[in-house]
């Protein structure tokens, strides 16, 4: 049982250039979470999807982030118009339910944005 | 507003000692609380968990304590050993509100 993938492992895209992050989630799950790590920061939570649909975006950037987790494929973090403060880490986490009482997370080896 | 905070960014512990990682919360609304241990280039796995119904939870080395009162828990790793040198990230949750604590950096010297 393959665990959670993300890919590419590491991106370098120059300021203005779009990023594109994917996420397949372990097999069976249909929950999806990202979360961006700043240098020397913790992680910091983005999004929660459940299949088709945004459960909780409260801490995605209102402007040039967007997420998608379609009925079939991996789900997609798309960074538009990337500027240099987007370098960071950005960690996928899958689980079987919803978040809750008991709900473990089960993270990807993370994508490390680099724009330059 | 940080609703997680892990105070020490960085630990060092002799090799066999004790390894005591503090965690504190603001929000009386957690319900659950869970340790996560993540090594450079990897993403965090998922190491310990604690109800808030309980004060304690033991898995092998690792224990995690939880005063409610204080809002305020800890993950015990006892003996020490080089290979748990890694960041320990504290998070907390209830309902679909799941938040990390900023991580303490475990080293354990041979």
């Known amino acids: 049982n393959a665990g959670v993938m993300q890919n590419p492992r590491h991106l370098v895209r120059r300021r203005g250039q779009e990023a594109r992050l994917r996420c397949s989630p372990m097999k069976g799950h249909s929950h999806v979470y990202w979360y961006r790590q700043l240098p020397e920061e913790g992680l910091k939570f983005m999004v929660y999807?459940?299949?088709?649909?945004?459960?909780?975006e409260s801490g995605m950037p209102k402007e040039r982030f967007s997420a998608e987790f379609p009925k079939e494929g991996p789900s997609i973090l798309r960074i538009q118009q990337v500027v240099r403060g987007d370098s960071a880490a950005y960690f996928c986490?899958?689980?079987?339910?919803?978040?809750?009482?008991?709900?473990?997370?089960?993270f990807g080896p993370g994508t490390r944005l680099t724009v330059l | 507003d940080q609703q997680v905070k892990q105070n020490s960014p960085s630990l060092s512990v002799q090799e066999g000692r004790i390894s005591i990682l503090n965690c504190d919360y603001t929000?009386?609304?957690?319900?659950?609380f869970l340790w996560y241990k993540k090594y450079p280039a990897e993403g965090p796995t998922f190491l310990i968990s604690i109800s808030s119904i309980k004060d304690k939870n033991e898995d092998g080395r690792f224990t995690v304590f939880l005063n409610k009162s204080a809002k305020h828990l800890s993950l015990h790793i006892v003996p020490s050993q080089p290979g748990d040198s890694a960041v320990y990230f504290c998070a907390a949750n209830y309902g679909q509100n799941f938040v990390f604590g900023p991580g303490t950096r475990l080293s354990v010297l041979p």
């Open positions: 929000n009386s609304m957690f319900d659950y």
């Open positions: 986490a899958s689980s079987l339910i919803g978040t809750g009482r008991g709900t473990e997370q089960f």
């Open positions: 999807l459940q299949k088709e649909n945004i459960i909780d």
